[in-house]
């Protein structure tokens, strides 16, 4: 990546974009700060914090991503101070010559993720029942600290019953009840994982957030950030349509146990995986350029 190539951010550019992040970012990682201050839980909010692991200080960092050379200033001294940046020249950029065999093993494997979810035709067929069968037959109550079920233990099981299971999500289908497992019309595991997500899964979409922040300095913040809007949406209806009592923290529930409920369900899944396709496209060509890069 030479700066004769590439246009040059200045630092009066970089640094307001930086600082525009931040502030961006905050609106969400201080009030979860706050919360955990208190002791509190927030179903949906915090699963993003838990689950994908990425640090609120790493969410609110900056990076330019690959392909992006921003000018050197004592401020790009202080926050790029990983080996994988390269200074030259009075300028700044991710260097991919300081990625090692493992980094690089990783990062085909997300691209190869992301590439064959893409080929592969969505399937709008699965109504949110995940965790409907993660409840199957008297299992814990995984999320029974901070919401109570909104549905008796008999009414779940008859749903999960009445209707097909075809979740193809290893992530989520590894959590459900053993009873439940054996009704699934695939049997996803961590080893195949690329040969059975598809992109109208909402986990496969929320998962573009932690395929994004694994990706991290090469992939740029403004995409993850646009990654994790997503994932928080995602979320959201996931747990809407799930078996619990939301409407403490002011969801209204997505019934999927009745027809117009699994219809508002499709509907806003559609709307998701047609979000998620440009993201994922991103995602795509930042890391063939990261891999690809001398």
Request: hydrophobic share 35%.
């Amino acid at each position: 990546m030479s700066s004769l190539t590439q246009p040059l951010l200045r630092a009066e550019d970089w640094l307001q974009k930086s600082a525009s992040h931040r502030s961006q970012a905050l609106t969400w990682t201080q009030p979860t700060r706050d919360r955990r201050a208190r002791g509190e839980k927030h179903p949906v909010h915090d699963f993003l914090h838990t689950y994908y692991r990425l640090s609120l200080g790493q969410l609110e960092r900056w990076h330019p991503g690959i392909g992006v050379i921003i000018e050197d200033c004592s401020e790009a001294r202080q926050m790029f101070r990983q080996t994988h940046y390269r200074f030259k020249e009075g300028t700044c950029s991710v260097d991919p010559a300081q990625l090692g065999p493992k980094a690089r093993t990783r990062l085909k494997f997300y691209l190869q993720i992301l590439q064959s979810t893409n080929k592969r035709p969505p399937n709008f067929a699965c109504h949110g029942l995940h965790e409907w069968a993660m409840l199957y037959e008297g299992a814990e109550v995984r999320h029974g600290e901070t919401v109570p079920l909104r549905l008796p233990r008999k009414e779940i099981d008859t749903l999960v019953h009445s209707r097909p299971l075809c979740c193809s999500h290893f992530d989520a289908f590894r959590f459900f009840a053993p009873g439940a497992k054996v009704m699934n019309r695939v049997q996803p595991d961590l080893s195949a994982r690329e040969e059975n997500e598809q992109p109208g899964c909402i986990h496969a979409n929320m998962d573009l957030y932690k395929w994004a922040a694994k990706s991290l300095p090469w992939v740029s913040s403004d995409l993850l950030w646009n990654c994790f809007g997503l994932a928080t949406r995602a979320r959201e209806i996931d747990m809407r349509a799930s078996p619990y009592d939301l409407t403490g923290f002011g969801y209204d529930p997505i019934k999927v146990e009745t027809p117009e409920g699994r219809r508002l369900y499709e509907k806003l899944q559609r709307q998701l995986a047609d979000e998620a396709l440009p993201l994922r496209g991103s995602l795509i060509l930042q890391l063939k350029k990261t891999l690809s890069a001398d």
